[in-house]
């Protein structure tokens, strides 16, 4: 277990770096970096935001590429709020923005070998968006509900990965439930499945819980730029996924 | 990826997409994450000037995200409202914003719990909650306008409404909380401010700040923190204590609102709030006809029996209550008692 998110965290995280880039060099090619990796790992409520807008599959990829080149290529254009706000809302506010004013021109300039910061192959755009969308006739509540699913998807893909690579992959399946509040079986019934005592079980749900949400808390910290910020997005994200 | 495999989360009604977060309910998860580790309250606080700005503009029209306000419709527990206009779609709309003075992560978080609680209620005799959202960093909530004020300004402006007029109301109200019940939720601050007249003149239930899910057992944000309180005048006895309440509490309130149209007094009065708790849980209420002459005395221990101390001395549900109105009433109890069946079932 690594230490848990505290304020520390927010010298470095990589919204906060974006926003508080210097003009020299170095701080430069760290922020543009950081905004690389932002944008690979949220590119998919943004592409089902641009579907649901009524763009074919085609247009959508080309259109989500285009638009992550043009802001990684200006350090993020229109940053006029920088150090504030979080990424979520800049990034959905920059594509709105995109579709409306630069679309066309970034058309123009698509022939001369654009940075190509989304590997379509290794993807399933089209996949993933039958199954979303008919969640919101939205595009915005699509976008932040897959926001924050995408979130909480992801941090609980990396907790599996690192109880598999422990190899602990048996205890989390028959853990997880309790991620929730609320565990799918009685205890004495998951400590004799997995050949622990019951007090063993315990510390282990607490463990996984308190993982989890470390993992899940530093994964949003990386998009906001600030620790009440980090409170607020959680609570909206809880929102989001609330809303029907 | 198969959609028909979404379910609600039965603890908080959200979407389940089970594929994509290992069946387990990813508003649960994420609200599991705000915990602490100790399991104790947050006390994060938000940044000093952030979005205050945006509270109380003073002239209208002005623009607020894609809204346009065009004048305060008034100020509750929970914030302000707004009379505004969907500006891409030009719908009118009332527009709650969390009041400054309480913007804390915990009224936030209990100001989005109302917004979601009451979209799920959709009934003619219930305010219409479009939705709730987040507007240049403020949390808000768009609803539906009744059109002609609260009951309490109705009082204000007209004094004791006469009998009929009073039970009517009451009986819309009744009608409004019972599909809200049936939807799992209970009110919890029924009085006449929070009834919302229409131009026809049938009552609407709205404000559910303090409502509650009859599903989950705890409400990790709000009750933990022993915070929820109703409007004293109107509270039960055991909401005021803090005990588990049920429907029979909304029925109290329910009470309590009727005692107050008809004769523009609260059942229980006092200097200040905590003398107001103690009538509430010791005495009984002055008798109606005490304070009005032409309430029939079978009225009357309708009104008595809402107001019972104990839960058990009240009406068991909302068709008991409504039976026992109906004779005072310009409604037709057979139609009254189809729709209600209709509309439950």
Not at chain 2, 170 to 194: C, Q, T, Y
Not at chain 2, 301 to 315: F, H, I
């Amino acid at each position: 277990m690594k230490d848990p998110p505290g304020r520390r965290q927010f010298a470095t995280t990589h919204w906060s770096l974006v926003g508080a880039a210097k003009p020299d060099e170095a701080s430069q090619t760290r922020a543009r970096e950081a905004l690389e990796e932002l944008c690979r790992a949220y590119w998919y409520p943004l592409y089902a935001f641009v579907r649901s807008r009524g763009y074919s599959s085609d247009d959508a990829q080309d259109l989500t590429q285009a638009f992550f080149a043009r802001i990684i290529e200006t350090g993020g254009f229109a940053l006029a709020e920088r150090g504030r706000g979080r990424f979520r809302s800049y990034l959905l506010g920059a594509m709105k923005h995109f579709l409306a004013n630069e679309w066309h021109r970034a058309q123009r300039q698509k022939r001369g070998g654009q940075v190509q910061i989304i590997e379509w192959d290794a993807l399933d755009p089209e996949g993933r968006y039958a199954g979303a969308s008919e969640q919101s006739d939205n595009p915005e509540h699509l976008f932040d509900r897959e926001w924050a699913l995408e979130t909480v998807a992801g941090a609980l893909q990396a907790l599996r990965d690192e109880m598999a690579n422990a190899g602990k992959s048996e205890q989390f399946d028959a853990l997880k439930g309790s991620l929730t509040g609320e565990d799918e079986l009685p205890r004495e019934e998951i400590a004799a499945r997995l050949g622990m005592s019951e007090g063993a079980v315990k510390v282990a749900v607490h463990r996984l819980r308190q993982r989890y949400r470390n993992l899940l808390r530093a994964a949003i910290a990386e998009t906001v730029s600030n620790e009440a910020d980090l409170n607020e997005e959680m609570r909206y994200l809880v929102a989001v996924l609330q809303r029907r | 990826m198969n959609t028909s495999e979404k379910d609600k989360c039965k603890r908080c009604g959200a979407v389940v997409r089970r594929e994509s977060t290992e069946k387990l309910c990813p508003a649960c998860l994420m609200s599991g994450a705000l915990e602490p580790p100790g399991g104790k309250a947050e006390t994060v606080s938000l940044a000093p000037g952030e979005s205050l700005s945006l509270y109380g503009p003073s002239e209208f029209p002005c623009e607020f995200g894609g809204y346009r306000l065009l004048g305060l419709l008034g100020r509750g527990g929970m914030g302000t409202v707004y009379e505004a206009e969907q500006i891409a779609t030009g719908r009118r709309v009332g527009l709650k914003m969390l009041g400054q003075q309480l913007d804390s992560p915990d009224m936030r978080q209990r100001f989005l719990r109302e917004g979601r609680l009451a979209a799920g209620v959709n009934h003619p005799n219930s305010l219409y909650i479009f939705g709730s959202e987040e507007v240049e960093g403020l949390p808000v909530i768009t609803m539906e306008i009744a059109g002609a004020g609260t009951l309490k300004d109705k009082l204000k402006k007209r004094g004791p409404l006469p009998v009929t007029e009073a039970v009517d109301a009451v009986l819309d109200v009744i009608s409004g909380l019972e599909s809200a019940f049936a939807g799992g939720v209970l009110h919890r601050d029924i009085k006449p401010s929070n009834c919302f007249v229409c131009p026809d003149g049938s009552v609407k239930v709205g404000d559910f700040g303090l409502s509650v899910s009859t599903l989950a057992r705890t409400d990790t944000f709000v009750t933990a923190h022993g915070k929820i309180m109703g409007t004293p005048a109107y509270s039960s006895p055991e909401q005021l204590r803090g005990d588990t309440l049920d429907l029979r509490s909304d029925i109290y309130s329910v009470g309590a609102t009727l005692f107050t149209l008809l004769t523009n007094r609260a059942p229980f009065e006092g200097d200040n709030a905590v003398q107001v708790v103690a009538n509430a849980v010791n005495k009984k209420p002055k008798p109606l006809t005490e304070l009005r002459q032409d309430v029939p005395p079978s009225l009357e221990r309708v009104v008595a029996r809402c107001l019972a101390k104990e839960p058990d001395g009240r009406y068991a549900d909302y068709t008991a209550l409504r039976n026992a109105l109906l004779p005072f009433s310009s409604k037709e109890p057979e139609p009254a008692s189809m729709k209600v069946r209709l509309s439950v079932g």
